[in-house]
């Protein structure tokens, strides 16, 4: 039995969130003797799993951010659910009572079973919509992507519109040349083309996709955005930051309600797949919020969805977006335990490759002179922040570089003198550069941050940083160390969503494209249990939801995973070939391998 959540010989105790079924009962005579007794009764569990190795995590953000990072791990365990929830967690032997006529038994010898896995920084509506497109992520021929646009045009009707997604030339084998607008003509003459690149920051787009959005060579540029152009002055088909690319999406027709729905379908089944069962999506318009609660209407959300209401210059001017804050009359938290809305998002720097993140201890390493700069200034975003504190808005603010990160930091103190920011928890998603002398601010006003190892080892960025900056990459293990709660995610559809990869890369912190580590010393990763922490309780924390998911605890919901093999006292490299074996949300099997 294990301290703390111990089931009592009445079964009632431990059960605190049980409701009615868990009182002692009278009831009348046992072996004839025809007075009543006081008897033991056990509510029969929806779901009882029986026999596996329990990470629990059952740990507090607190306990974390206070340095602990222990908790109970029960061999042979038991643990069952009803209505949604854990109403027992023991052994075996402890949860066997719960087991009725209508139980469903789930006999998981010689598995692992951990909390179903939280994802706080991604894009699921997106990634959905991605996947009715072509794929090219992780592909490493430009050729490879030539001939799948080829086929694709082969089989597609005149004027119809054709999208790819996640190429990275970076990762060419055979030449590493993007392809601009008079090679994507040449493929596509007749159809609009356009091919978002893995970071999501670039579009290639050729000319009947340009003639749609209306974009000539003189177009002027827009403002916190590129339209690209050949030295000969003409158009090459490259789009550069949202303020160039939105205006792209915004020409292609939209999705039948249909479509909408199968997204969202088919992003649930994606991250099941990989034992998620809730989410932060961020970045979404009205459009996508409404097609959310349509499909909880409709019962084909399998997933947890935490939406961020997006505040961004494609939907217009800093003040518009002042007033849109202002005018949207609900805030962090509205919705249920399927939906509901999480955090503001701003998107206050852009990303290295394309210069657009904001620096200020250091110049680009390949532009001498050059920082870049943030897309909102220091009053805009102290005023948008404050705004959003005042109305009782949580704020998550996407910084790269270093000087956004502090500008970020100051709007955050700045709201905290209206009301307390550790109570909304605003954070920060990526902290690409973590500087020492943010800490003591992050921890005093409980600023977390959304890191994502999968993407920082895959990305190939190292040779645009300065080396003292690589080994800062997103350090992990000096969050945990410092006090500030560090949540796992993945910016998917940016790289694949595997917890279990992104565990690995923060274990390991290697760089997939040098194989070197990103790290001067051990302070900067993490441990297994500590990886696990991140993907689960710590990252619950980013939805306000720690108190209710991200550990196995009597009350929680009943969101689990089992795996055929313990990757977490194993080898590390297990953690490259594990796979989830079963994914459970709210007591009910939603993924089988
Ligand atoms: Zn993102």
């Known amino acids: 039995m294990i301290h703390g959540f111990t089931i009592t010989p009445t079964g009632a105790a431990a059960l605190p969130h049980a409701g009615k079924g868990a009182l002692p009962l009278f009831r009348d005579s046992i072996e004839g003797k025809g007075e009543p007794v006081m008897s033991t009764w056990y509510p029969e569990a929806d779901l009882v799993i029986q ?21 109970p791990i029960i061999e042979d365990g038991g643990v069952a659910a009803k209505d949604g929830k854990v109403i027992a967690v023991g052994t075996a032997t402890d949860v066997q009572q719960f087991i009725g006529e209508h139980t469903e038994v789930i006999d998981a010898s010689g598995k692992i079973l951990t909390p179903g896995f939280v994802e706080c920084h991604m894009h699921c509506k997106w990634t959905g919509e991605q996947m009715l497109n072509l794929d090219f992520n992780g592909v490493t021929s430009r050729q490879a992507i030539l001939d799948a646009l080829k086929e694709k045009v082969a089989s597609t009707p005149a004027g119809e519109w054709i999208e790819g997604d996640g190429w990275n030339e970076l990762i060419w084998e055979d030449s590493q040349e993007v392809i601009t607008r008079r090679e994507l003509d040449e493929v596509a003459p007749d159809n609009p083309l356009i091919l978002l690149h893995m970071s999501a920051h670039t579009v290639a787009a050729n000319s009947r996709a340009l003639e749609e959005v209306g974009y000539t060579k003189d177009t002027p540029q827009p403002e916190g955005g590129e339209i690209g152009h050949y030295d000969d002055g003409e158009l090459d088909g490259m789009l550069y930051e949202n303020a160039a690319l ?35 999506d961020a970045n979404l318009n009205y459009k996508q919020m409404r097609a959310y ?19 961004d210059p494609q939907f217009g001017s800093f003040e518009d977006n002042l007033r849109r804050l202002e005018e949207m009359d609900c805030v962090t938290g509205f919705g249920d335990e399927m939906l509901k809305l999480n955090g503001c998002k701003v998107t206050l720097d852009g990303i290295t ?24 200034t220091q009053e805009e975003i102290d005023a948008l922040v404050c705004k959003a504190t005042e109305l009782g808005w949580q704020f998550g603010i996407h910084t790269i570089g270093d000087a956004s990160e502090d500008r970020a930091l100051h709007a955050f103190q700045e709201a905290n003198k209206i009301r307390p920011v550790k109570e909304l928890r605003h954070y920060l998603i990526h902290y690409q ?25 895959q990305m190939g960025e190292e040779p645009l940083f300065w080396p003292e900056q690589v080994e800062r990459f997103q350090s992990p293990g000096l969050m945990f160390s410092n006090g500030i709660i560090a949540g796992g995610s993945s910016d998917c559809p940016v790289v694949t969503p595997d ?13 997939e494209t040098t ?56 080898n590390v490299e297990d953690y490259r070939t594990t796979k989830v074996a079963t994914t459970i949300l709210g007591g009910e099997v939603v993924y089988e391998r």
């Open 51 to 71: 026999h596996p190795k329990i990470y629990t995590v059952a740990i507090t953000c607190d306990e974390v951010k206070e340095g602990k990072t222990d908790f």
């Open 246 to 280: 939105m205006p792209m999406f915004a020409a292609k027709p939209p999705l039948t309600e249909e479509q909408h729905l199968q997204s969202l379908e088919l992003i649930g089944q994606r991250l099941n797949s990989f034992g998620i069962t809730s989410a932060i």
């Open 293 to 311: 609660n349509e499909a909880r209407k409709q019962n084909r959300l399998t997933y947890r969805a935490n939406l961020m209401f997006y505040l």
């Open 353 to 376: 490759a394309a210069f657009t993140a904001a620096m200020s201890r250091r110049e680009y390493r390949q532009r001498p002179g050059f920082y870049g700069d943030t897309i909102y």
């Open 433 to 457: 550069l973590p500087y020492e002398d943010q800490w003591p601010i992050m921890k005093e006003l409980g600023v977390g941050v959304c890191l994502q190892p999968t993407l920082v080892s």
């Open 499 to 511: 917890p279990l990869l992104g565990m690995y890369y923060a274990i390991t912190r290697v760089d």
């Open 515 to 570: 194989g070197k580590t990103l790290s001067k010393g051990d302070e900067s990763k993490v441990t297994p249990i500590q990886a696990l922490i991140m993907w689960t309780k710590n990252a619950a924390f980013f939805s306000h939801d720690d108190d209710k998911m991200g550990s196995v605890e009597v009350g929680n919901f009943a969101d689990m995973c089992l795996f055929d093999n313990d990757f977490i006292a194993g």
